[in-house]
C-alpha cells in the first residue's frame, strides 16, 4: 500500500495543474488533468498503483429468476460468508454480480435491483473499508450505478459502454452518453465505471474494423474511469499483444477481467488490477463456491511479485 504522504503529494499535484489549467486556457493542460485526475481517483481508491486484486462474489440467483430456489436472506448469508474468506485471505477488493440469474435478460426488474441493493449494503457494512463494486446482468448499468450509490459502494462494471456488439443475450448498445448523464443526475460521481471493451461471450463482426486500442480510446475519451479486457469466455485468458497495445494507447486504468490464473499471473503485472471469479473457485469453475486455499495461494504469490516490482522501480 502507498503511504499517506505519496497520495497527499499526488492531490497537490493534482491542483496545481488544475490551477495551470485555469489560468492558462490551454486544452492540453485540461485533456492532461483530466487524466491525471481519473488516475488519482483509481489511486485514492485502492492505495497502489498496479495491479490490484479484485474477487468476484457470485450471487446464487436471485428472485424471480429461473434457477432461484433461496431466499433474499439465504443468498445475503451466503455472500457475507464469501465475503469473510475474502478478507481473511487479504483480497484488495470486490466486485458483487448477477451471475447465476441465466438466463440473462435485458428487462432487470425492480427484485433484481432492490436485492442486489439489500446484499450490497450488507457487504459495505461488513467491510466498511474495502473497496466494492458491482455488475448487474444484463447490461444493467444504470441500475448498477443505482445500486452502488445507495450500498455505499465505489465503482461499477459496465458492459455496452461503446460501441454496440452482439451478446448471447441479444444486441446491447453504447450506452456511455445517458449512464454519465444518470450518474450526475442521482450525485453519484463518487462512483467510478470500469468499462468492458470487446467484452467476452460476445460477437464484435459489428465493429470488426475498429481495433481493441480504438476501442479503449474511445471509452476513455467517453470518460469511463477505467477499462476491462477479456478473453473470448468466461475464464479464458487475455491476449497479452493486445494488452501492450492498449496500454500504450490510453492513460486511464486498465482491468484484466478474465483468465488470470496462479499459473500466468506474471503476464499481467502490467495491468492495473485483476478481476478474478473462476480461479478463485473448487475446480476453478466459476459455478462453485469460492475456495479459501486457491486465494490465499494467490494473494500469497501476488504480494511477492509486487514487492518484487515495487524494489525494481516497476510500481
Known amino acids: 500500500m502507498l503511504p499517506d504522504w505519496t497520495l497527499h503529494c499526488c492531490s497537490l499535484l493534482l491542483l496545481f495543474l488544475v490551477k ?15 487524466l491525471l485526475a481519473q488516475a488519482m481517483k483509481f489511486l485514492q481508491l485502492f492505495g497502489r498503483l498496479k495491479p490490484v486484486v479484485l474477487g468476484m462474489v457470485h450471487l446464487k440467483a436471485l428472485p424471480g429468476t429461473p434457477c432461484n430456489t433461496l431466499s433474499v436472506s439465504q443468498i445475503k448469508k451466503e455472500a457475507c460468508c464469501e465475503t469473510e474468506m475474502y478478507q481473511q485471505a487479504g483480497i484488495d477488493g470486490l466486485v458483487v454480480e448477477n451471475m447465476h440469474d441465466l438466463p440473462y435478460t435485458f428487462q432487470t426488474g425492480p427484485e433484481i ?3 442486489m441493493a439489500s446484499i450490497c449494503a450488507a457487504l459495505r457494512q461488513m467491510c466498511p473499508f474495502l473497496p466494492l463494486g458491482v455488475q448487474i446482468l444484463s447490461g444493467a448499468n444504470q441500475q448498477a450505478i443505482a445500486v452502488a450509490h445507495a450500498a455505499g459502494l465505489d465503482f461499477i462494471r459496465a458492459e455496452g459502454f461503446v460501441f454496440s456488439h452482439v451478446a448471447d443475450e441479444g444486441i446491447i448498445n453504447a450506452c456511455a452518453g445517458d449512464l454519465l448523464r444518470y450518474r450526475r443526475q442521482i450525485g453519484a460521481e463518487h462512483v ?15 465493429t470488426a474494423d475498429i481495433s481493441v486500442s480504438e476501442t479503449a480510446k474511445a471509452a476513455e475519451f467517453f470518460l469511463a474511469d477505467g477499462i476491462i479486457l477479456t478473453g473470448s469466455a468466461t475464464g479464458v485468458q487475455v491476449d497479452l499483444q493486445e494488452l501492450k497495445e492498449v496500454r500504450s494507447t490510453v492513460k486511464i486504468p486498465v482491468l484484466i477481467g478474465s483468465g488470470v490464473t496462479l499459473e500466468n499471473v506474471e503476464n499481467y503485472m502490467d495491468a492495473s488490477a485483476l478481476i478474478i471469479g473462476s480461479y478463485f473457485k473448487k475446480d476453478g469453475y466459476w459455478g462453485s463456491s469460492v475456495d479459501p486455499d486457491r486465494i490465499k495461494k494467490f494473494m500469497d504469490k501476488i504480494n511477492v511479485l509486487r514487492e518484487c516490482a515495487l524494489k525494481n522501480g516497476l510500481q
Open 20 to 34: 495551470l489549467s485555469v489560468e492558462t486556457g490551454h486544452y492540453f493542460f485540461d485533456n492532461h488533468v483530466l
Open 113 to 115: 435491483t432492490a436485492t
Open 192 to 206: 467510478q465505471i470500469f468499462a468492458d471493451i470487446k467484452k467476452k461471450h460476445s460477437s464484435h463482426a459489428l
